[in-house]
């Protein structure tokens, strides 16, 4: 398999461990991911609401580079699935819009078609009955006894219409995928909800307390770890866990994975290899159970 892969900022920026995370779990999976080097930003939500038409040339450039690859493009942030997703959409569906947005693009040489390629998120390429079969194929240190609780990211599964999956308001893509690597998925309310990263920078104790909310859901449930399939949901979960400790006053904590590490150390990769130790939180239980499986 071969795909045409949108990296997103923050996986080659503050959580560059995602990124080598990635690329590792391709390579032993056999996928060969070419980095869309020349793309740009999806813009996060933010450059749409001062300039709808330049968030859509910026995402339909990067859509017409994946075409003039002729590969499927593959993210692996969650923000930049639905962002990206959300102006394809848009360009499918008002042709005069798509040439307005054409005229834009044309002075750099880039075209937008529509219906070439398509959009996915590497969870829902996995989640796929043939990826699932693959992973089941290729697992060599199953994550027995490890509880693990998905966090999707909210941009993946809304709007309904445009989301991948199934039942967006419940779906099961990623606990299939936790499922085929012997891990036990753990089902909680907050799974599904925002991690309160679009709005840390406006208000910090709301955007906390939506993150705090979700870590205290996941821990409570039973998890051993929450895996996102979103970097700034990373961020938010990861990197701010400490100031939430601090507001919240959980008293406990939870490591938070991103799904190519999760899915990687399955496959038999080392954690130092995947750079597990730069996230923010580890916590002793974890690393027991990892120590377990020989994953450590």
Do not use: W
């Not at 949108?6 to 032993?28: D, I, N």
């Not at 308001?169 to 909680?188: C, Q």
């Amino acid at each position: 398999m071969k795909f045409a892969l949108f990296t997103g900022c923050v996986s080659k920026g503050a959580t560059r461990e995602l990124m080598v995370s990635t690329m590792k779990t391709a390579e032993a999976l056999g996928i060969d991911f070419v980095e869309m080097k020349s793309a740009a930003c999806c813009g996060a939500g933010v450059v749409s609401e001062q300039s709808p038409i330049l968030a859509d040339a910026l995402n339909a450039r990067s859509l017409a580079i994946a075409e003039e690859q002729n590969l499927d493009m593959v993210t692996i942030c969650s923000t930049c699935q639905g962002i990206l997703k959300k102006s394809e959409c848009k360009l499918d569906s008002d042709e005069e819009y798509k040439e307005k947005v054409n005229y834009v693009l044309k002075e750099g040489g880039h075209q937008y078609t529509g219906g070439k390629i398509k959009l996915k998120h590497f969870a829902n390429i996995l989640a796929t009955p043939e990826g699932l079969e693959m992973l089941k194929s290729k697992v060599v240190r199953p994550l027995e006894g490890l509880k693990v609780a998905a966090f999707y990211g909210c941009y993946v599964l809304r709007p309904s219409e445009q989301s991948e999956y199934d039942d967006p308001d419940n779906p099961t893509g990623m606990e299939d995928i936790f499922e085929a690597l012997g891990a036990t998925p753990v089902y909680y309310e907050s799974r599904v909800k925002c991690c309160g990263f679009p709005i840390v920078m406006m208000n910090k104790k709301a955007s906390h307390d939506m993150a705090g909310n979700a870590l205290a859901d996941a821990i409570q449930s039973g998890a051993d770890v929450v895996v996102t399939g979103c970097p700034l949901c990373h961020l938010s979960l990861d990197s701010y866990q400490p100031e939430i400790d601090k507001l919240k006053q959980l008293g406990y904590s939870v490591p938070i994975l991103h799904l190519p590490q999760l899915v990687a150390l399955a496959l038999g990769i080392d954690s130092k290899e995947l750079e597990i130790h730069k996230h923010i939180v580890s916590t002793p239980n974890f690393e027991n159970k990892l120590a377990k499986l020989g994953a450590a």
